[in-house]
């Protein structure tokens, strides 16, 4: 979700849809290159996620696809805004709600947003920057407005059948013209159609907000544990008094909003953060080592974890990075 180059202002110049497969999370991550982004791969097995993104004009096509099952914690540019919506029905949630066939998000600047992506799920979203907002023709509608708040998903079929048809119009044009001068007008053009039918939407009230459902928090919480405390082992009880709630609602939040369980999810967790170290640690310290810092002190029980969920060694991880 995110562009991989800066958003002139004036710029008529286009660029032909680049993409790339990438074999882990923390690779594609970096395809996101003013976005700060972490992804967690939770199910097993090898990565191959695809992202390619096409510049128009003024604004930027985002196409994200993962074979994998991710979570992910992206945080938007100051000057950034994200609409976007699911090409398929996989059960993608944003912030916990489910997006689904009729619902779109949107991330306003500066805003953290997370993200459970099903394996295979597929999500196209146009980026563009504020000047470019307040620059093309239209009332700009309150849900684009820079300072509404964080992120939000939104139910309006009739506007998400307009954005997945005219994002996919505009990517198969692109993808085939050569018109570079056409361009610059494409990416107005679908600012402006946007601006005037999400304004249309909510003039006559066909824009809902979807609360995000209570147990959302209780996964949250569990996630903030986690992460806030990479080396203990956390099992459900300590999960419970650190989050203050039931051992049952704990499971039931991560079953739905993770669809694993909360020992999983800290598995992955800490085996994404030895990932990570491995590819940064400049001091050459013993994998072991790394290990234990992400709180795996059985070397055998790490290195079978491992393997399981990344389809190769950590000393096959190392020696790729260091390519």
Not at 79 to 91: A, S, Y
Not at 138 to 156: C, K, Y
Not at 197 to 209: D, F, N, S, V
Not at 293 to 321: A, V
């Amino acid at each position: 979700m995110a562009a991989t180059e800066t958003l002139g202002t004036s710029s008529v110049r286009s660029t032909r849809a680049h993409s790339a497969v990438f074999d882990d999370c923390d690779t594609q991550a970096q395809h996101l290159r003013e976005y700060a982004g972490i992804y967690v791969q939770t199910s097993e097995g090898r990565f191959r996620g695809r992202a390619a993104s096409i510049r128009i004009g003024r604004v930027l096509l985002h196409r994200e696809t993962a074979n994998r099952r991710l979570l992910q914690w992206i945080t938007s540019p100051p000057n950034r805004i994200g609409i976007g919506c699911d090409l398929d029905e996989n059960e993608t949630q944003m912030d916990g709600v489910p997006l689904g066939r009729d619902r779109f998000f949107v991330c306003p600047p500066s805003c953290t947003a997370h993200l459970h992506a099903p394996p295979g799920s597929t999500r196209m979203v146009l980026v563009l920057d504020v000047a470019t907002l307040e620059s093309t023709p239209g009332p700009i509608p309150r849900v684009l407005r820079a300072d509404h708040g964080g992120s939000h998903v939104l139910e309006a079929p009739g506007f998400v059948t307009v954005l997945r048809t005219r994002t996919a119009a505009l990517w198969a044009a692109v993808a085939t013209g050569d018109d570079r001068l056409a361009y610059q007008e494409l990416g107005d053009g679908i600012v402006t159609t946007i601006k005037w039918e999400l304004a249309l939407q909510e003039r006559i009230g066909h824009l809902a907000r979807v609360n995000r459902p209570g147990s959302y928090q209780t996964y949250r919480r569990g996630i903030h544990a986690m992460v806030s405390n990479p080396t203990e082992k956390l099992d459900l009880a300590a999960l419970a008094r650190l989050t203050g709630r039931s051992i049952r609602s704990i499971q039931q939040a991560f079953a739905r909003h993770a669809g694993i369980t909360p020992s999983r999810c800290l598995n992955a967790l800490k085996l994404a953060r030895v990932r990570r170290l491995l590819s940064t640690d400049t001091r050459n310290r013993p994998i072991s080592d790394l290990a234990a810092e992400s709180g795996f002190f059985d070397q055998s029980h790490f290195n079978r974890l491992y393997r399981e969920q990344f389809d190769e060694t950590p000393c096959e991880r190392r020696r790729k990075d260091r390519r």
